[in-house]
């Protein structure tokens, strides 16, 4: 038998490799901008045509380079970054594989113009899956303006999995966001189809995070600021009451790189323990500089992912160092009456050690549990002082006096164990009917052989849901006028979302009187909601779109369906009268689907009463 293996020809090697690091345009868009700041350029610009399936063109003002580096900066493993494996240990530039470039030109055209600040004249490189078409002298400004156009022509399969533009633009905004907060000083500006989408001017780190997430931001950041011999730590975390809906805005950087680490998202989230609302997420942009000996970058093609020597010690002093900011700016419940007196010693003290810093920050803190609070001091004015401090978190959440109430009552409701109140409240309204409210919870309606709970929030979602369904892509529904406009501000990525939906958000009801670049002003509302939920409303539906990916058309009608749905319908702890509460049973029976909410969870339980006579044995 004769030999089989041989080794794969360049171009197919390069267009595996490219499968590892060019997944999609936002891929490219990483790879270009990351060289362009290794090249030491002050200003970049990002050029994009048709969330880059067309063009990407990325134009920098660093050194340029050399006739013959630009025609060996497309061959693999060609990198000026390292020279030997123990160059990896003390990495300080973001590339260092010697691969994007290659890739790139592997499933791509490609055209490169360059020149370094000392040569009079650059030079002009075309390739077209990997090969070289041409290479000559060419006039333009020191720098390097490197084009890809027509990505993954050469594999169709790729290219026609590739998400709509909108989706593909999205990716292309993160990665840009992402690259743009590791470097502040740095100028960046991105157009897509002519259009500006970004124009960031070299700054500080606050000032950039606010060019990029709009003006409102800047009074919801708090320093947190730590140095230790093991790590430095500086940026920001958002107050609580601004936590969102979506994990959108939380980033981490260690040694100006974006990473994702889940681990050290948790350390995030338990400093903020007992300050978060459910289901809210703490937006955070959070810089860690570490000795470069004690990370690896190098465990996965696109580098977001890192391995630290000391993962545990990272935790620990993050989570303290936010704990303490939190507490310093009066953010979290801190008892400063009775607080020690070290906490007000400078923090950031080098000569620390790695062992975490004392914090007095109440761990067991439950502002919903009075009793507890005075279980260990009976002093109303802790008890009063402490409610209120609580309280103020909430403000901007729920706007007016009775958007509090409710939110209130609501927590309050369901962090109590109740097992009462079956009769009390509930009488009057089942003398109006053969309903009844539980709980304000469950609606409960006798059957002919046994008794039937529903879920009132998620009957009314699936109420809402299939009218949803059915009309938001033709009629308008009725508004109500509001007296104020009503701003409400959203980063680029969720303005551009808003919109692609803003039709089919304007036959529920909606009325946007002006789409800006980082804010949306409306005039108008569905009946259904308060204008103190307009906000949340419109953020979670921005953030159930954003995790959808929705591939086509009829996916992100559906997906704009459930989640207004689910924002509009009644919530568990609202009362109900007998009429609202017949009209939800008689709706929900005459919808296609009355037994699962549209997140498929059930919507009522039946007890029949063999099962009840069974309980009765
Ligand atoms: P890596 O960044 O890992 O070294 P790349 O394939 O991204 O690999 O780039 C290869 C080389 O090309 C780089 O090491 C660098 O010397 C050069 N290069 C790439 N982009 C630029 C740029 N915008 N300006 C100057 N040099 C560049
Ligand atoms: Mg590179």
């Known amino acids: 038998m004769t030999d089989v293996i041989h080794l794969l020809p360049d171009h197919v090697a390069n267009q595996i490799a490219a499968g590892e690091v060019v997944q999609r345009p936002a ?20 050029l994009v045509k048709e969330a880059g399936k067309i063009l990407i063109q990325v134009t920098d003002n660093g050194n340029g380079m050399s006739l013959t580096d630009a025609r060996l900066s497309f061959e693999r493993h060609a990198t000026s970054k390292i020279n030997s494996a123990e160059d990896l240990f003390s990495l300080r530039t973001k590339g260092f594989r010697g691969e994007a470039l290659a890739s790139i030109a592997a499933i791509a055209h490609v055209e490169l113009k360059t020149r370094r600040e000392e040569d009079e004249i650059g030079t002009c490189i075309k390739i077209e899956g990997s090969e070289v078409v041409s290479q000559e002298p060419c006039v333009t400004p020191q720098g390097t303006n490197i084009c890809v156009k027509n990505l993954f022509y050469n594999i169709p ?3 026609n999995f590739l998400k709509s533009d909108s989706v593909e633009l999205r990716h292309i905004i993160d990665e840009f966001q992402r690259v743009a907060l590791a470097h502040p000083g740095i100028q960046f500006s991105l157009f897509h189809n002519g259009s500006e989408l970004f124009q960031l001017p070299g700054s500080n780190l606050k000032q950039r995070i606010v060019n990029i997430f709009g003006g409102k931001t800047k009074e919801k950041l708090v320093p947190v600021e730590e140095e230790t011999e093991i790590v430095k730590i500086h940026g920001f975390v958002g107050k609580p009451e601004f936590a969102k809906r979506s994990r959108g805005e939380q980033f981490f950087f260690v040694n100006d790189r974006f990473i994702k680490s889940p681990y050290l998202n948790h350390a995030v989230v338990a400093s903020f323990e007992g300050l978060l609302k459910d289901k809210a997420y703490p937006g955070y942009f959070l810089y860690l500089d570490v000795n470069p000996k004690s990370i690896d970058i190098n465990i996965h093609p696109t580098k977001t992912e890192v391995k630290f020597d000391d993962e545990h010690a990272l935790y620990t002093i993050l989570r303290s160092a936010i704990k303490h900011s939190l507490g310093q700016f009066n953010v979290a419940p801190v008892l400063d009456f009775d607080r020690d007196s070290s906490m007000d010693t400078p923090y950031g003290f080098s000569q620390k050690g790695v062992t975490p810093p004392k914090v007095e920050v109440d761990l067991n803190f439950n502002p919903f549990k009075n009793d507890t609070l005075g279980g260990y001091s009976s002093s109303n004015y802790r008890k009063v002082r402490s409610a209120a401090s609580w309280e103020s978190m909430y403000t901007g959440l729920e706007q007016n006096e009775q958007g509090r109430a409710s939110s209130f009552d609501q927590v309050e409701f369901e962090s109590e164990e109740v097992t009462g109140n079956l009769f009390g409240g509930s009488e009057d309204k089942q003398a109006g009917g053969t309903t009844f409210q539980l709980n304000k919870k469950y609606i409960v309606s006798t059957l002919k052989s046994g008794i039937l709970v529903i879920d009132q929030h998620r009957a009314h979602s699936r109420i809402l849901y299939e009218e949803l369904l059915k009309n938001i892509t033709v009629t308008s529904a009725v508004s109500q006028q509001l007296l104020f406009p009503l701003a409400l501000q959203f980063s680029t990525n969720e303005m551009e979302l808003l919109k692609e939906i803003k039709a089919s958000l304007e036959n529920t009801g909606f009325i946007f009187s002006e789409l800006k670049k980082n804010s949306v002003e409306i005039t108008g509302i569905p009946t259904l909601i308060s204008e103190s939920e307009v906000a949340i409303l419109l953020e ?15 996916s992100q009608v559906d997906t704009l369906s459930k989640s207004l749905a689910k924002g509009m319908a009644v919530k568990s702890g609202t009362a109900l009268n007998s009429a609202e509460q017949q009209n939800i049973v008689n709706s929900l029976f005459a919808c296609k689907d009355s037994s699962l909410s549209p997140y498929n969870k059930p919507i009522f339980i039946t007890l029949t009463v063999d099962e009840l006579d069974k309980k009765f044995m």
């Open 540 to 554: 979670q539906l921005l953030s159930d779109l954003e995790n959808e990916v929705p591939g086509s058309g009829f």
């Open 157 to 159: 399969a790729r290219r």
């Open 27 to 46: 891929s490219v868009i990483k790879e270009l901008l990351e060289n362009s700041i290794d090249a030491g350029a002050s200003q970049i610009r990002v």
